[in-house]
């Protein structure tokens, strides 16, 4: 079946950003941890070799997975940590790559607070020290940081970003959703604080402030500034589709470059299409699960809008595009298994994406479980093998663990000690 012209059309127009980068399509390779760093947390030349795959998928802006800003604090195993330019020759690499399709690149900054497996890191630190819940004994509660901890951590979102910078990437992107830090400083559930670093709206929202002031601060107006914001956590009582407009408005102000909509956390993964609390049944019924509110602010606010979570099809894709929602399609899953889908769904040969992740089927797990599935997807990529999308999530849990026992076993010998 051929495809109509228009959803090629929709995909394939530039985007101008508004500090004068032009992207050259409207598909964007969304963020996923790749988790191939070594067990000192410095970048493998296996990144590269994944992202040469995706510089030949066609898509117009390539954002990494969240390198973090601080080597004590690791998301997961295997999480690249940029504090100094110890290892700009490898960080260059990996932004040449990126970008040797001529894509716009984007390094993704994090922390992620409280959000910590055990094992991982011990010392978790968050606004509050409030644990994540509904996976008992698997996560810390965090220690509260202070005023000068806070002050610390800002400074190293805008070193990190000026070293990414200086290695070859178009820019940064902060990392404020899916509840790492500074998705912990938004929600009221998170930051009880009482101090100008906590409160109302406006008092939670200082750190995200601050984080974008000090890296535009360092890597001036040339580089692309992005933020990954949570449109909501779809947590009873925790940050919601209003706070995410004002803080949107915050970021217009600010003069961010591009912000990707996405949504949910750890105790909610909204952003893998499982939330905890039930959705608008027209929220459901749609193929991309945040186009509600992307739909609802696009009128207020002039910033442009990436949307990431649940695009599927060329047709879903150009008519996002095309109603003005979003200005920018993000695509994390589909490119795991199809890295060069965004140049097959460009010029017309691909409809969809074919392929999908098969699940284990029990719901609880399902959102980490996908997580894990795809990992092992972009490691053998990283290998110079193709994804291998029919095999079992059984198979792949033994695949993930055997990358992974090294870095585990350096871990807890280093916190026995
Ligand atoms: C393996 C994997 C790793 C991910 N790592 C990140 C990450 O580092 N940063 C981030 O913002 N989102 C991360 N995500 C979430 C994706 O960017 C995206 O929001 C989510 O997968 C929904 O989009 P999709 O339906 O196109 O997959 C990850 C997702 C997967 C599957």
Redesign the pocket.
């Known amino acids: 079946m051929s495809l109509d012209r228009a959803p090629t059309t929709a995909l394939a127009r530039p985007l101008t950003l508004p500090n004068g980068v032009v992207v050259p399509n409207r598909l964007a390779k969304?963020?996923?941890?790749e988790c191939l760093g070594d067990t000192r947390h410095s970048p493998t030349e296996r990144l590269p070799t994944l992202y040469r795959h995706w510089a030949e998928g066609g898509a117009g802006l390539v954002l990494t997975?969240?390198v973090m800003v601080d080597r004590r604090a690791i998301g997961e195993v295997g999480n690249v940590a940029v504090e100094d330019d110890r290892d700009l020759p490898l960080l260059q690499q990996w932004a040449t790559a990126a970008g040797s399709g001529g894509a716009v690149t984007l390094a993704?900054l994090?922390h992620p607070g409280r959000q910590v497996l055990l094992g991982v890191g011990n010392h978790p630190v968050a606004p509050s020290p409030v644990r994540v819940t509904g996976a008992a004994g698997v996560f810390r509660t965090p220690r509260e940081l202070s005023s000068a901890d806070i002050e610390s951590i800002i400074e190293r979102f805008a070193r990190t970003a000026g070293v990414m910078v200086r290695a070859g990437f178009g820019g940064v992107q902060i990392?404020a959703?899916?509840g790492y830090l500074v998705n912990q400083f938004l929600s009221p559930l998170t930051n009880q604080r009482t101090d100008r670093w906590g409160g109302d709206l406006e008092g939670r929202s200082r750190f995200l402030i601050e984080v974008v002031r000090a890296v535009r601060a360092e890597v001036g107006a040339g580089a692309v500034l992005a933020v990954?914001l949570n449109s909501a956590d779809f947590q009873r009582g925790g940050f919601d589709n209003h706070d995410a407009e004002a803080v949107l408005g915050w970021l217009e102000e600010e003069r961010v470059d591009l912000v990707e909509i996405?949504g949910g956390n750890y105790e909610s993964t909204a952003?893998?299409?499982v939330p905890a609390e039930p959705v608008a049944a027209s929220t459901r019924a749609r193929e991309a699960y945040f186009l509600d509110f992307a739909e609802k602010v696009r009128g207020r606010l002039s910033v442009p809008l990436m949307l990431?979570?649940?695009?599927r099809t060329a047709a879903g894709m150009a008519e996002a595009l095309e109603s003005g929602a979003v200005d920018i399609v993000?695509?994390?899953?589909?490119t795991?298994l199809e890295p060069d889908l965004p140049r097959r769904l460009l010029d017309g040969s691909a409809e969809a994406t074919t392929r999908t992740p098969r699940q284990l089927g029990i719901r609880r797990f399902d959102g980490m479980a996908?997580?894990l599935w795809?990992?092992v997807q972009?490691q053998r990529m990283g290998r110079g093998l193709p994804p291998a999308p029919d095999r079992h999530p059984l198979i792949n849990l033994a695949d993930y663990s055997r990358h992974y026992a090294p870095y585990l076993l350096n871990r807890l010998s280093g916190a026995s000690r």
């Open positions: 969304a963020a996923m941890s997975g969240n993704q994090n990392h959703a899916h990954k996405s952003f893998m299409g990431t979570g649940g695009f993000g695509l994390a899953r589909p795991a996908n997580l795809h990992t972009l």
